[in-house]
């Protein structure tokens, strides 16, 4: 569905990056799996580089998945190996993109489906919702719910979020499960340059 998608740049101030066309990006609590997320999305095992160590990607990657199309991997919030050096640069990094970036055109918040919506999740629902910033939920690793629990796990996630079950993509970026129609809807936002 995409054309070669690759690492295109990284950069640790949004109002250095190029223009663009387009662009969604990805959001979510550190070890959250954006990318992983972001690899299944774009069927590249390596493509973003996940780590087992929460607060590894510390500044904005960005990937091209067409001509002046992007996937935007943004730091991860809420965590900092070296809090004293790092922690306060990743809202001002974080907001600086979200508020003043004209080319996107949704964000993807991700939530750990084991934790659910934590305090921190939950700011950033209202803070997104304030600013008026155009985004969608993905709850991950729905596959380290019991398939029997996962109906009743969507519900209590859905319900703390004030949504339907129906507006929540639910996934694996592990297993797979529902990255066929994320992608579908990654790929419709970004428009007819993503090919």
Known sequence: MFNDPKYLLTE????LLIPCKAEVAFLGRSNVGKSSLINSVCQRRSLARSSQTPGK????????VGKDRWIVDLPGYGFAIDPKNDKHKFGPMIEGYLKDRSSLKLLFLIIDAVAGPTKLDMLMYEWLKFYAIPFA?????IDKIRPREQETRKQEISEKLGLGITDISFVSSRKGAGISILRKKVFRVLGSGAT
């Open 137 to 141: 939920i993905v709850v991950n690793k």
């Open 12 to 15: 640790v101030d949004p109002y």
């Open 57 to 64: 990607t510390r500044a904005i990657n960005v990937y091209e």
